[in-house]
Nanobody, 121 residues
Framework: QVQLVESGGGLVQAGGSLRLSCAAS????????MGWFRQAPGKEREFVGF????????YYADSVKGRFTISRDNAKNEVYLQMNNLEPEDTAIYYC??????????????WGQGTQVTVSS
């Protein structure tokens, strides 16, 4: 498994932007598909998007498509979530995850502790 630490969360007004980072430990980062999930108060954890091992492909939930962008730097062992045009509905704890990938949490076996994103209207 890989150890993951998210950063970059905070409070932003609707329409604003934030960039989340996720730093991974270990020398096998490039062997993992990296995903982002989020969990709003009182709701289940939901898929945001994932990026393939070589960063060739990205996939997003419909709710964030066109506003969020996932990228990774395998040399730095980091993955990023650029969030633009944020909406109050994006308020949640955001988690990065490492695993074989897919749209479901079961496809990931390493998780960060999460970072809070709050979007005010």
């Amino acid at each position: 498994q890989v150890q993951l630490v998210e950063s970059g969360g905070g409070l932003v007004q609707a329409g604003g932007s934030l960039r989340l980072s996720c730093a991974a430990s270990g020398r096998t980062f490039s062997s993992y598909v990296m995903g982002w999930f989020r969990q709003a108060p009182g709701k289940e954890r939901e898929f945001v998007g994932f990026i393939s091992r070589s960063a060739t492909n990205t996939y997003y939930a419909d709710s964030v498509k066109g506003r969020f962008t996932i990228s990774r730097d395998n040399a730095k062992n980091e993955v990023y979530l650029q969030m633009n045009n944020l909406e109050p509905e994006d308020t949640a704890i955001y988690y990065c995850a490492a695993g074989w990938g897919g749209y479901y949490a079961a496809g990931y076996n390493s998780w960060g502790q999460g970072t809070q994103v709050t979007v005010s209207s």
